[in-house]
């Protein structure tokens, strides 16, 4: 499992570079850690639906990076977990970047 894991956060890592997002370092551990980790919602979804769609994992790995990066400069501030404040703005920033892919991957199949 963790093979197709690194290969999905590989895949999702290239196309999200094509629209100018960077993804850190990400390890199929620490995806694998956040997909069974607490959720802040109602939204429960399987490991294995997010490794069957594309643009769940795209989602995945966006709020992963959103939240490991505000949420190591909360953590170096001496605190355990970052607020909801940070969790939900990752939430919102997934979305964004997931259309924002889908549409330039439509304008490429149109042209």
Do not use: W
């Not at 960077?22 to 551990?29: A, C, I, M, P």
């Not at 956040?34 to 399987?46: N, R, V």
């Amino acid at each position: 499992m963790f093979r197709e894991i690194e290969n999905k956060i590989k895949a999702a890592r290239k196309a999200l570079k094509s629209i100018g997002y960077v993804v850190g370092e990400l390890s199929t551990q620490e995806f694998s850690d956040f997909m069974a980790g607490e959720i802040f919602s109602e939204d429960a979804t399987a490991l294995s639906d997010v490794l069957e769609n594309e643009y769940l994992m795209i989602h995945e790995v966006v709020e992963i990076n959103e939240l490991k990066g505000d949420g190591e400069k909360h953590q170096q501030a001496g605190n355990c977990r970052p607020p909801k404040t940070i969790v939900y703005n990752a939430r919102l920033t997934a979305p964004k970047k997931g259309t924002k892919l889908r549409i330039t991957q439509e304008r490429l199949f149109l042209d």
